[in-house]
Nanobody, 124 residues
Framework: QVQLVESGGGLVQAGGSLRVSCAAS????????MGWFRQAPGKEREFVAT????????SYADSVKDRFTIDRDNAKNTVYLQMNSLKPEDTAVYYC?????????????????WGQGTQVTVSS
């Protein structure tokens, strides 16, 4: 069992930066692949970034790959999403998710554990 709690969301101007965090608990946390997804108002949830804890492999959506960075601190049971050069279209609720995978996971159905989300709003 894995419990996930996101934090760090807020309001930021376009071009600015923000870091959201996901605190996790569970005996097998260090072996779980972690993912970030987002859902904008009136739109479906979409993949943002993923990272494996065993190998440190990462994958990003094309829309964010040159601006966002996912990383983790296994000792603190925390995964981060550093968001730079933010755009208004990045506005969404950001969710973290966990799965027992050996590869990065880019599909929502691969993840059985989800946090409650944190709101990120980017103003023009």
């Amino acid at each position: 069992q894995v419990q996930l709690v996101e934090s760090g969301g807020g309001l930021v101007q376009a071009g600015g930066s923000l870091r959201v965090s996901c605190a996790a608990s569970g005996r097998f946390f260090s072996s779980y692949t972690m993912g970030w997804f987002r859902q904008a108002p009136g739109k479906e949830r979409e993949f943002v970034a993923t990272i494996t804890y065993s190998a440190g492999s990462t994958s990003y959506a094309d829309s964010v790959k040159d601006r966002f960075t996912i990383d983790r601190d296994n000792a603190k049971n925390t995964v981060y999403l550093q968001m730079n050069s933010l755009k208004p279209e990045d506005t969404a609720v950001y969710y973290c998710a966990a799965a027992r995978l050996t590869l990065p996971g880019t599909k929502s159905y691969e993840y059985p554990y989800w946090g409650q989300g944190t709101q990120v709003t980017v103003s023009s």
